[in-house]
């Protein structure tokens, strides 16, 4: 699976959107782009996948531009049940199973 | 009920204890899997069955022992456990048995495990 950089930390205000961008420079052609949350003591849940363009759904918004080195999850009006754990994940449908996830981007949603 | 469920939620056991994760997913799956997750790390995997049968084992040592009978039931079998083995044990599925990303996981909420 191609490597992925994602910022360590990120702190925001309740209302705001929070845009999230990862680094996947190695992408390969057939690799899907997939955002997954996970909150405290608890398993990941799947947010959004994507290939190119854009893709929205009710929880956020992906946006991955042209060359698809990067992505961007953007959460629309947080709120504090938004703070969690993102992992953003890069790989294709190459037979390999199970996900590998980094150390993902803790999200902190102030009143 | 609905999606993946694991039990216990929480399990304390000795170093010479046995005992058994359990995790069901009510989703109509094909593959199943163990993940681990120690504290301030990321998942990694363990297992992964595919039609009931183990596709993947990640390395991991004999004291942890899967077992899969049916597509929607996946034990992890514990035994002579070491204190860095406490962890959150977690349990997914997937529908498409081939994998990849594009295949979306769906994860239970995890067995907390503290061997003493």
């Known amino acids: 699976l191609a490597k992925t950089t994602q910022p360590i930390s990120m702190d925001s205000y309740e209302g705001q959107e929070v845009n999230i961008t990862c680094s996947h420079n190695?992408?390969?052609?057939?690799?899907?782009i997939t955002w997954y949350q996970q909150f405290p003591s608890q398993g990941p849940r799947f947010i959004i996948q994507?290939?190119?363009t854009k893709v929205t759904n009710e929880v956020a918004s992906l946006f991955i531009p042209a060359d698809r080195k990067s992505s961007t999850l953007s959460l629309p009006r947080v709120s504090l049940s938004d703070t969690a754990v993102y992992y953003c994940?890069?790989?294709?449908?190459?037979?390999?199973?199970?996900?590998?996830f980094g150390s993902g981007t803790r999200l902190q949603v102030q009143p | 009920e609905t999606g993946v469920t694991q039990t216990p939620r929480h399990l304390v056991m000795g170093m010479t204890n046995k005992k058994s994760l359990k995790c069901e997913q009510h989703?109509?799956?094909?593959?199943m899997y163990w993940y681990k997750q120690s504290a301030k790390k990321p998942l990694e995997l363990m297992f992964v069955?595919?039609?009931?049968?183990?596709?993947e084992n990640n390395s991991v040592p004999s004291r942890f022992s899967p077992e899969c009978p049916n597509s929607s039931h996946l034990f992890l079998h514990l035994h002579t456990l070491q204190p860095e083995d406490s962890a959150l044990y977690l349990c997914?599925?997937?529908?498409?048995?081939?994998?990849?990303?594009?295949?979306?996981?769906?994860f239970g909420p995890g067995t907390r495990l503290t061997v003493l």
């Open positions: 989703l109509g799956h094909n593959a």
């Open positions: 190695n992408i390969a052609t057939n690799d899907y």
């Open positions: 994507g290939y190119k």
């Open positions: 994940l890069v790989g294709g449908d190459t037979g390999r199973r199970a996900l590998t």
């Open positions: 997914a599925s997937s529908q498409d048995p081939t994998g990849g990303v594009s295949d979306t996981q769906y």
């Open positions: 069955y595919s039609l009931e049968e183990r596709v």
